[in-house]
């Protein structure tokens, strides 16, 4: 969006027709509320951006299907000259109409009429140039379907539009609804609007209603209509003066047929002296796509230009929705500002009371409130407390250095302040206004140099992402990359394919407590990008809760389908690669081995309670048809923005990462676990209870960092990649990249078969990743510099002759024979006595045989030691390193 600059925040208001309760449509379901699908018809206006147009920001629904719309607004509009009682110049009055023309032609490029237009529709800023205002009105009620109230001015409305009447759809005197108004009826409006800056008077001002509008139905069949007007308003010999100037609103004034479009006027010779002053506007280029984003950027000849005084109101330099965003932070109320101005008035109960008649035909209660019809004031919001609030924030911080690595907050006399704050709760911080500004204006920057800055996107999200920006910095964080939208035309969306029966199922019951996607263009767009992706990988299929996946993504970018494929598209095979084959349960069945391995790691007793119950070995029943769904994403069961902060940290991670949070949620749950049975736990992952969404975050990144990266290797995970960052900074510099992306060598995990994975509770650890922890090298042990890498000990349970001939340094020996009789039974174990002193390292248990390795760990998991694991290939992995010491002769 573009700056605020000069221009002020504006709120309007009005009601949507009520619904019938009683009544569902034909999918058995109940209507959709005709505000919600006006919320959803608005939110293209949002992108619809001309300096001849008002930025429409935001829209807000309340009670009794009220809705609230804020864009740019400006004081001042043509009302002010008719006020004034004073003739426009012939000159400014070809300048009006041309940037009417201008604003009207973008208009109609985007399919879009305006049909409110009127004197104090047109808005002018401080520099005299044209604002066209509540041109969405129209286009966001259906055409007028969806209210109770006519779009458009009496005196305004071409007679076309007049003679067709109004129209409501529960209206039975009308078969069917009349034509959507084109272009050609705001062209007749702005010729009534002209004609009153010639005459300097409003038009039939002091004519009763029903005789105004049988005389412009009349208009249309009168040869010289600029005559008969002028005569009627007692201004023909100032028409005369200006006509040579004005010969073109004759044009307008004719029938439907004859009368020019916007575009076409814009080409009639009487512009030919203004067109020339008016640069060709051009949309700047979007951050996916394949046009130069700074191509229009100019540095001044002096650079001291650069510099702002300090009494420069920074704050108007920002975006339109980045001030309404922050106005909001800072108190901001839209129904206290209306309610202030008495747009809206609250009454009584008791004088709301509903019409009811008795049997006898007499009516009682109270009538029509007419503060349910149109009442098109705008209110300003006033910036004053938002102002207020950011006195201290310093003019630096308004353009931060991107390559100061010192701190990313930049200084201010409040600096300690935003450096306290981020160490509170996210929640907090979210609503924090100050700090908020810092990190959006950091970030926009940041984005604004992607792909080049992506290494310190990165390290700016493992702080947090502001919501504002959350859907770009998300295509960021996943790496989206080239011209997307040329991507996604190219797909074929429309061809029918057997899939759609599907989806068509699943959408109506995806996220429908939010507004915005249970819209009628929210369930549009959820058909369009779940088709894309399943049209542009023919090699996977559909699968329900595919939608689910595709809900934050939608939801982020409704406006932009494309960036919400890209996005979609990048983060399936990453974290659920190969999850929609055709047959998939060798996927799943993998996956979910190493998730009970991964409870197993991190927590032994409610992994023992589990098996014991047999809940475990049903997991394949169990999460396929539950929400959670293997991946424990939880879009279904989680509103959307508990599943943002989860997300947040979630793209920061690995393909691995998912497992963590999933031991992170079981842990929140642990106590009702440990303490019920099998039927009682599926009816916990069947009605999920409240779960701590900054906790989980917390508890999954420790987990993370304690897990050995090569601990959930799955041979059916995606195909090695270019290695990044994990996102997790100096606290996880072990898990620099995802094991799946590291190339192959002797030392690495052997792929494994499903049923040998099963039998073992342990998850098992490369050779490469013991030697990356112990920090070994040929010179012994080194020490430990590298932050963030688990303490382990490793555990070898061959016998003492062998254990004596080669074996990892610094590890301990406890023989399997010890503990176990040839047969497999536990005799006795001194493991248990011998390794409390290094309960909570990481325990490596190495044998010459899997089979053995397996039990013993099987055994200490049993007994509640966490973080149990199984070296891959045993000793003899590590034999051909030359990394075996042997103990030195006693003398």
Known sequence: MRPLKDAQLGAFTFFASALPHDVCGSNGLPLTPNSIKILGRFQILKTVTHPRLCQYVDITRGKHERLIVVAEHYESCLSDFQKQGKTVSPEKVLKIAYEVLEGLEFMNKHGMVHRALSAHNVLMDCKANVKLAKFGLYHMTDHGADVDFPIGYPSYLAPEVIAQGSFHPSDSSHDEAPLPSGPKTDVWSLGVLLFELCAGRRLLQNIDISERLKFILTLGCIDDIVTVLAEEHGCLDAIKVESKSLVFVDIIFCSVSSRPTPAELLGDPVFNGVSCLYTPFQKPGSLFSSSLRCAHLELPEDISDLCKDDDED?????????VYHLWCLAGGDLEKELTNKEIIQSKPPICTLPNFVMEDGESFGQGRDRSFLLDDTTVTLSLCQLRNRLKDVAGEAYYPLLEDEQSSLPQSNSSNELSATVTLPLIIRERDTEYQLIRIILFDRLLKAYPYKKNLVWKEARVDIPPLIRGLAWAALLGIEGDIQAKYESIDKDTPIPTDRQIEVDIPRCHQYDELLSSPQGHIKFRRVLKAWVVSHPDLVYWQGLDSLCAPFLYLNFNNE??????????????????????NSHVIQEYLTVFSQMIAFHDPELSNHLNEIGFIPDYSVIFVKSPLFCVYF???????????????TLLLGNSSFPFCIGVAILQQLRDRLLANGFNECILLFSDLPEIDIERCVRESINLFCWTPKSATYRQHAQPPKASGDNGFGKTATYYSSDYQDMPKTDLSREPLALCDLKAEVSPRISAEDLIDLCELSLAGPTKRTKAGKPKIIAVDIRNVEDFSRGHISGSINIPFSAAFNPDGELVQCPATGILQNYRGRVIVVISHAMKSAAMFATHLVKVNFPRVCILDGGINKLKPTGLLTVPSPQI
């Open 314 to 322: 920074y704050l108007s330099e920002r975006a339109i929705d980045e």
């Open 562 to 583: 494309a960036l919400a494929y890209a996005c979609m598209s990048a983060f399936i095979p990453k974290y659920l690669y190969n999850f929609f084959l055709k047959d």
């Open 634 to 648: 939880c879009t279904d069961v989680f509103p959307l923005h508990k599943i943002f902060h989860l997300w947040d």
